[in-house]
């Protein structure tokens, strides 16, 4: 055997620049972890794509109806408006539904793969593995959002005027009012391994509350207040508004400080609670059951 | 020598399972009872013992993936509770899963992931794992996706895995399982030279005996949470014997006059000893960790008080038997009781 390299009393293990350290693993946990795992299944990139694709088209027809005249709603004879109404909709809110699940999925599968127990073992944190894990779900949106504008504005009419900066700062709370609650929902897939009330829960509840495909001043007075728990609302308001209207951030400022609120309360709770779990695991020796 | 490895009186309790009020309640679950073990800086300790002894559980307290009930446990002085980072950055862990790897990636995707986990770049990485590769065998499957490895490759990766992280302490749990026998052979070839040679600190823990025999500078024997110590002393190898002797005399004599100044003398070397009457005299076997060292003291102790021993019989100590004897009784393990 090949004389192997020598080796010192304390631990040789690259102390790197840290931000070389956060580049390297943002890059292994998104391009080789995220990238190159999710690729090797072709039929469900294909699925996937299919599924962001399917659904503009869908509510496209549906919109044909919404917006007749006849149909006393506010779009009612002005389709184009729901259309891109939908539109950003849609867009948008894979960011949530996606931190939701992929991060609670992702913990289970690291647990089917028995890799989580490595991931633990390993100098990075807990919450940084938490936060690295994210970036890809978080990409892939990027790419959806892509693909959903694009099919929008090229073929379904939809008119773009953008605000830069207001889009930028309430694309980036509409992701971090809702990261909190995501922190938690994949906290109790740690604990619970099969079953997740909360990604279950939240998903339906921002889908039908968080004025996805209809405006929330569609729903009965009597439960049309419980919008306003949800971030989603907040969030797509404000991104419809810097995005279809070129709205700036003065005009968006409300909804920027309710999701701030959100942010504030949420995070540092799915964090506990994470620590709380984790903690829970270890002690009941069930970290890498599944 | 400094200490890499210190266990105190390390209890660990796995709370009983959440049952609804009318399904009968399930106890909790002891696996380590109260367990002290000090391994020095550059020593292989060899851990045996049945299935759900309590081995793994060790690993994975030591490992800061599991946490103690109560009890100490430091990895090069730092506590595996308070300071579980600094602890973590010490230690590499080669389970006894295959379930370790991502399937769908690469040999060398899978290593350049967990090493990029403790800051190693692609070229560091690359230099270290080369010689390991090529030594057993990995080299021209490194780009074959992982799902389609062999047992024996997969093991081996892990391996890799874990030298490649040159931390100062590794915890092997089952190390050559499920590995035909050249493949073993090479494994423990390869935790010898390369931990010897880098003064690495090695928990080793295997269903395996002969990993033990070949490998471990001191045993202990893990049953019903307890340890065991079965050879104690320690060398630069695994020099630990057994003595036999046969003695003319009555057991109750060589009691009285041999078990009482081995009692006395309280020696550590002397891992412990037994005394029995026999049809052809009364066998007392010692087991001591440098034979050739002791045994002329005890001996001169035998004849000062006027024991007539008969004949001598030195050997090592034979794991198997020390396993088997030590099953049934795991709690008795004080000298005295003994």
């Known amino acids: 055997m090949e004389a192997p390299p020598s080796f010192p009393s304390a631990p040789r293990s690259a102390r790197l620049d840290p931000v070389l350290d956060v580049l390297r693993k943002t890059y292994l946990f998104t391009f080789l972890r995220g990238w190159a795992v999710w690729f090797s299944y072709r039929a469900q990139v294909f699925l996937t794509i299919l599924g962001w694709v399917i659904p503009v088209f869908f509510y496209f027809v549906l919109a044909g109806y919404l917006t007749n005249p006849t149909s006393g709603t506010a779009f009612a004879g002005s389709p184009e408006s729901y259309v891109a109404f939908f539109v950003v909709g849609l867009a948008f809110q894979g960011f949530v539904t996606s931190l939701y699940g992929t991060l609670a999925q992702r913990i ?21 593995v938490l936060a690295y894990s994210m970036v890809f779900g978080l990409m892939l949106n990027v790419l959806a959002m892509g693909v959903i504008l694009g099919i929008g504005v090229g073929f379904l009419g939809v008119h773009l005027a953008v605000s830069w900066a207001a889009l930028i700062v309430s694309g980036v709370l509409l992701v971090t009012s809702n990261l909190g609650m995501a922190i938690l929902a994949s906290s109790f897939i740690l604990w619970t391994k099969q079953g997740n009330p909360i990604a279950v829960f939240l998903t339906l509840y921002t889908e039908l509350f968080g004025g996805v495909f209809f405006p929330v001043s569609f729903l009965p007075r009597s439960v049309a207040w419980i919008s306003y728990l949800v971030p989603l609302n907040f969030g797509l308001s404000a991104v419809r508004a810097s995005l279809l209207s070129g709205v700036g951030l003065g005009g968006v400022a409300t909804d920027l400080i309710w999701m701030t609120v959100y942010t ?11 620590r709380w779990t984790l903690r829970r695991v270890r002690v009941d020796g069930t970290l890498a059951t599944y | 020598m400094p200490v890499a490895i210190e266990i105190s009186d390390l209890t660990k309790t796995f709370p009983s399972a959440w049952t609804l009020p009318w399904q009968p309640r399930r106890p909790s679950t002891t696996a380590l009872d109260h367990v002290t073990l000090e391994v020095r800086e550059g020593e292989i300790y060899g851990l045996i013992g049945p299935n759900g002894a309590g081995k793994t559980t060790l690993l994975k307290v030591l490992s800061t993936l599991l946490l103690p009930t109560s009890g100490m446990a430091r990895v090069l002085g730092h506590d595996v509770v308070r300071e579980e980072r600094a602890a973590r950055s010490s230690i590499a862990l080669v389970t006894n899963s295959e379930r370790s790897f991502y399937y769908r990636l690469d040999g060398w995707q899978n290593l350049r992931y967990f090493a990029g986990l403790y800051g190693l770049g692609r070229r560091e990485l690359e230099r270290r794992a080369r010689p390991f590769l090529r030594s057993l065998g990995l ?45 073993a052979l090479e494994i423990r070839r390869t935790i010898s030279e390369v931990c010897r040679e880098r003064h690495q600190t090695v928990l080793l823990s295997a269903n395996n005996l002969l990993d033990v025999e070949r490998l471990a500078d001191r045993v202990g024997m893990m049953s019903s949470g307890h340890l065991i110590p079965i050879t104690e002393g320690g060398g630069a190898g695994p020099e630990f014997g057994m003595a036999r002797w046969l003695f003319d005399d009555p057991p109750e004599r060589v009691e009285a006059l041999l078990g009482s100044w081995l009692r006395r003398q309280g020696r550590p070397d002397v891992a412990r000893w037994e005394i029995q009457g026999r049809a052809e005299g009364t066998r007392v076997r010692l087991w001591t960790s440098d034979p050739e060292v002791h045994l002329p003291l005890i001996l001169a102790e035998v004849l000062r008080g006027g024991l007539h021993p008969q004949r001598l019989d030195l050997r090592g100590v034979d794991l198997e038997e020390e396993f088997l004897r030590n099953l049934p009784a795991a709690q008795d393990v004080s000298p005295e009781a003994t």
């Not at chain 1, 089917?112 to 807990?126: A, I, K, N, Q, V």
């Not at chain 1, 504030?264 to 994470?274: D, K, M, S, W």
């Not at chain 2, 024996?152 to 092997?172: D, N, S, W, Y």
């Open chain 2, 139 to 183: 080299e021209r499957v490194m780009h074959r996706d992982y799902r389609t490895y062999s047992t024996g490759m997969q093991r081996k990766l892990a391996f890799v895995r874990a030298f490649v992280l040159e931390t100062p302490v590794l915890l092997l749990d089952e190390p050559t399982s499920s590995l035909d026998p050249a493949s």
């Open chain 1, 108 to 128: 289970r599968s690291e647990q089917m793969m028995g890799t989580l127990e490595h991931l633990l073992l390993s100098p990075t944190s807990p919450g940084a």
């Open chain 1, 264 to 274: 504030a309360i949420t995070i540092p709770l799915g964090l506990a609670f994470f």
